[in-house]
């Protein structure tokens, strides 16, 4: 089962993904937690290049997106999958049509179909927006930003904005959690938002 969390940065996705999937190993699954980019040792290093080395061309920024989740797709979530884990991920497709096809004003049917060609057309069974105001989550951040953080409010305003018309647009992936409210309240509204796909996890293991 591949689940994905998304949300601009401060929003508090990256916690309660730590929070989900100790509950559920507690509940006696497989789980892999990752991110992107930098799911892997080649990501590691897009990742730095990305985020502190200084300035990345819009579309070299969505080239090495696009590369960094290539690799990750093959050597980490599909082996995942194909033993029966349950991937959490930091972010994924949505981010790069937020990010760059949006805000980087890049496209989004190209931004898409970059990604789907790089994954090899792999979509989550559920995507978890975690949402709050462009203006708390900028506070959230503090003083020390990396390239990405660092674009000021409109750019992160505009991610914003779009990963809601996301979830609007595809409400049986998605769900859109409020990320205001106390780490435990929202824990508990991804727990809850899950349950449906943990139900059909369950009824495949039962059909094999």
């Known amino acids: 089962m591949f689940i994905t969390f998304e949300g601009d940065d401060g ?5 309660q993904i730590l929070r989900l999937a100790e509950s559920l190993r507690s509940a006696g699954y497989e789980v892999v937690t990752t991110q992107e980019p930098g799911g892997t040792a080649v990501g590691k290093q897009i990742r730095h290049v990305l985020l502190h080395s200084g300035d990345v061309s819009p579309k070299a920024e969505a080239l090495l997106y696009a590369a960094d989740r290539a690799h990750h797709v093959d050597t980490v979530v599909r082996p995942a999958l194909e033993r029966g ?9 949505d981010s790069s049509i ?8 890049l496209g989004t049917d190209e931004i ?20 709050v105001p462009t ?3 900028m506070a959230r951040l503090g003083q020390n930003h990396d390239r990405i953080e660092s674009t ?8 914003r904005q779009e990963f809601l018309a996301l ?18 309240d929202v ?10 796909v943990l139900a059909r996890l369950e009824e495949r293991k039962t059909g094999q």
């Not at 929003?11 to 916690?15: A, I, R």
């Not at 884990?85 to 497709?93: C, H, K, Q, S, W």
């Open 167 to 184: 979830a609007a647009a595809e409400p049986e992936r998605w769900v859109v959690i409020d990320g205001s409210k106390s780490v435990d």
């Open 98 to 105: 937020a990010y760059q096809g949006v805000a980087r004003a």
């Open 152 to 159: 000021g409010f409109a750019f992160h305003a505009a991610v």
């Open 187 to 196: 824990a508990a509204a991804v727990r809850r938002s899950i349950a449906p």
């Open 135 to 137: 203006s708390v989550s």
């Open 112 to 131: 898409r179909s970059l990604s789907t060609w790089a994954t090899g057309g792999l979509l989550p069974d559920l995507t978890i927006l975690v949402d």
């Open 85 to 93: 884990a349950v991937v959490l991920a930091d972010r994924y497709i």
């Open 11 to 15: 929003t508090g996705k990256t916690t």
